[in-house]
C-alpha cells in the first residue's frame, strides 16, 4: 500500500517561500510606483495571505466561520469585489494619496484574502470542488485585470494623481500587469491542481483498499 499522501499546500507553502523572495528583489529593483503597488498586492493576496491561512490550520485556530457552506462564496466575492473597487482608477488615485488609507486597505485586502485561503484549506479534505471552482474564478478575473493592463491603450491611472505618483506611466502599468498574469498561474491555478490531484489519489488509495 503507498504512504498516505501529504497536504498538497506544502508544495505551495514552498512556493509562496520561493515567491516571496523573487518578490523582495523585485520591489526593491523596481521604479515604477503602480508596480510596487502591485508587488505588495502579489505579496499579500498570494504569499502571505495562505501561509497565514495554513499556519492557522495547523495551530488548530481555524478563521471564524471558515466551515461553514455559505463562507467560501461569501469570502471569494468579497476578496473579488475589494480587489476590483481598489484597482479601479479613480479609487487607486484617492487611496494612494494618503498612506494612512492605503495602509489600512492593505490591511483588509490581507484579511479578506487570509479568509478566502482559509476557506480553501478548509476544503482540502471534503467539498475539494467547490474550492477549485473558487480558486479558478478568483485566478481567472485577475488575470483578466493583468490582461487589461497590459494590453491598454493608454496609462489607465495617469490622471488625478500627485506629483510623488507622476510615475505611473504605460511602461509601468504594463509591468504591474505581467507580474499579475505571472502570479495568478503560480499560486490559483497551482491550488487548484493540486487538490484536484490530491482528491484522485485519495480515491485511487481507497480503490485499493477496498481491492
Known amino acids: 500500500m503507498r504512504a498516505p499522501i501529504g497536504n498538497p499546500f506544502t508544495v505551495l507553502e514552498l512556493a509562496a517561500l520561493a ?5 523582495a528583489a523585485c520591489y526593491s529593483a523596481a521604479a515604477g510606483h503602480l508596480t510596487r503597488h502591485m508587488l505588495l498586492h502579489i505579496g499579500l493576496m498570494t504569499v502571505l495571505a495562505p501561509l497565514l491561512a495554513s499556519w492557522l490550520r495547523r495551530c488548530h485556530r481555524p478563521f471564524p466561520g471558515a466551515a461553514e457552506p455559505w463562507f467560501l462564496p461569501l469570502a471569494t466575492l468579497l476578496q473579488l469585489v475589494v480587489f476590483f473597487v481598489w484597482h479601479s482608477p479613480l479609487v487607486l488615485v484617492w487611496i494612494m494619496s494618503s498612506p494612512l488609507l492605503h ?8 484579511l479578506v484574502a487570509t479568509a478566502f485561503w482559509a476557506s480553501v484549506l ?8 467547490s ?3 473558487a480558486l479558478l474564478v478568483t485566478g481567472k478575473l485577475f488575470c483578466l485585470v493583468a490582461l487589461i493592463l497590459v494590453f491598454a491603450p493608454r496609462a489607465l491611472y495617469g490622471s488625478g494623481m500627485d506629483l510623488h505618483h507622476a510615475g505611473i506611466d504605460l511602461a509601468d502599468q504594463q509591468l504591474a500587469g505581467l507580474l499579475m498574469i505571472i502570479a495568478c498561474p503560480m499560486t490559483y491555478i497551482l491550488a487548484a491542481i493540486l487538490l484536484v490531484a490530491r482528491w484522485l489519489r485519495l ?9
Open 122 to 129: 478548509q476544503r482540502s479534505d471534503s467539498a475539494v470542488w
Open 203 to 211: 480515491g485511487e488509495q481507497l480503490g485499493e483498499r477496498q481491492a
Open 103 to 110: 495602509t489600512v486597505m492593505q490591511a483588509m485586502l490581507l
Open 19 to 23: 515567491v516571496s523572495l523573487l518578490l
Open 131 to 133: 474550492a477549485v471552482v
